[in-house]
């Protein structure tokens, strides 16, 4: 069972526009989000986070908006980069004793020049 | 400071041998955290070593173990080898003591097995 959904396998997006990519989960244990991306032969790199008692935390061009009642999160990028393309993996982390993130399986962003 | 190190990048193995993969996290960090990536399950949590003791372990089989050192550099091994277990297989370091939330990732080991 996904616990953690990106229903988007895919998004492309004209350079200097927003670009919105959505998550959502289904685990009410998750107390904790998190956004990283990853570009081939890479790791992934942390880009963002945003705990559940807060609605929105922004980073620079980064804003992650999480809706608790929907299970549901989104990050936008503004304005989008073509650096911006990736894969974007959402991750949310269990609230329990340790380390652990359940991740989605990931969304391709294409930022086109 | 240096990121999280992972030796080696790249291992081609035959079915039915075992690998060591290995993982040095960022300097201060004592929870290392080790993920699975493939094609197919996406990325899977497989298990946590903190102070060189396994704090969390998702749902792999046993031939997946680990370990971690009195220095916290961790290794992962794989027993018994079968093709699934190829995969991109990741390491997360994280600095706090009952729970860091940010893990940072190391490059990985690409693991073929044929």
């Known amino acids: 069972d996904q616990q953690v959904k990106q229903n988007s396998p895919s998004l492309s997006v004209q350079e200097g526009r927003i670009s919105i990519l959505n998550c959502d989960y289904t685990n009410s244990m998750f107390d904790y989000f998190l956004w990283y991306k990853k570009y081939p032969a890479e790791g992934p790199t942390f880009l963002i986070s945003i705990s559940s008692i807060k609605d929105k935390n922004e980073d620079g061009r980064f804003t992650v908006f999480l809706n608790k009642s929907a299970k549901h999160l989104s990050l936008h990028i503004v304005p989008s980069q073509p650096g911006d393309s990736a894969v974007y993996f959402c991750a949310a982390s269990p609230m329990e004793y340790g380390n652990k993130l359940v991740f989605g399986a990931g969304t391709i962003l294409r930022v086109k020049s | 400071k240096a990121g999280v190190t992972q030796t080696p990048r790249y291992l081609i193995k035959t079915r039915g041998q075992q690998v060591t993969l290995s993982c040095s996290p960022i300097s201060g960090h004592r929870s290392v955290s080790w993920y699975q990536q493939t094609p197919g399950q996406g990325l899977q949590f497989l298990f946590e070593?903190?102070?060189?003791?396994?704090?969390n372990k998702g749902n792999f089989p046993g031939r997946f173990s680990g370990r971690q050192f009195s220095n916290s550099r961790s290794e992962m091994n794989v027993s018994t080898l079968e093709l699934g277990d190829s995969a991109l297989y990741l390491c997360?370091?994280?600095?706090?003591?009952?729970?860091?939330?940010?893990?940072?990732f190391g490059p990985g080991t690409r693991l073929t097995v044929t």
């Open positions: 997360a370091s994280s600095g706090g003591q009952v729970r860091s939330y940010e893990q940072y």
């Open positions: 070593y903190f102070s060189e003791t396994q704090r």
